[in-house]
């Protein structure tokens, strides 16, 4: 990737609405190279999708939880399914595998406390080999971005 292919990344994650011609005028580049450029790593899965952003909270979920997950045991069975776990679970946005004291951190979403509640003893706390779950409310958010910063 050169230094044009992060020029036309870096517009793309600020619109992915942006027509060919209007990108191609961003980055100072003609518009059939342009597409070229962005077909190439497409295809090469440097680009993997198109999304819309939408609020969380007109979506009517407006609760974000951090969870912090330690597993009773590290053995491939119990990892595996704790993370295909995860992979099913709705609420939970990300999932990440820690150092530290906690093996996963999960950003789950919910509607109310209500349904908080509702997730952790109706989902969570029927998953083998969790040793502890550990849980932080954000009350509000500083920064959120889904692009970038420029190497």
């Not at 990737?1 to 191609?24: F, V």
């Not at 069975?77 to 995860?86: G, I, K, L, P, S």
């Not at 709705?90 to 997730?119: H, K, N, P």
């Not at 500083?142 to 910063?149: E, L, N, T």
């Amino acid at each position: 990737m050169d230094n044009k292919d992060r020029q036309i990344l870096a517009a793309l994650q600020k619109d992915g609405r942006l027509s060919n011609q209007e990108l191609s005028e961003r980055v100072n580049l003609s518009p059939s190279p342009c597409l070229r450029r962005v077909r190439i790593m497409e295809q090469a899965g440097v680009i993997r999708g198109y999304t819309a952003l939408v609020d969380q909270k007109a979506w009517g979920l407006p609760v974000t939880v951090f969870i912090r997950i330690k597993l009773e045991r590290h053995s491939d069975d119990v990892v595996q399914a704790f993370e295909r776990t995860m992979l099913e679970m709705d609420e939970v946005m990300d999932c990440w595998l820690m150092t530290g004291r906690s093996d996963y951190q999960l950003r789950v979403i919910a509607a109310d406390l209500d349904a908080y509640e509702a997730f952790v003893r109706g989902k969570l706390q029927h998953i083998t080999g969790i040793a502890s779950i550990d849980t932080s409310f954000a009350y509000g958010s500083v920064k959120r971005s889904q692009a970038y910063p420029s190497v």
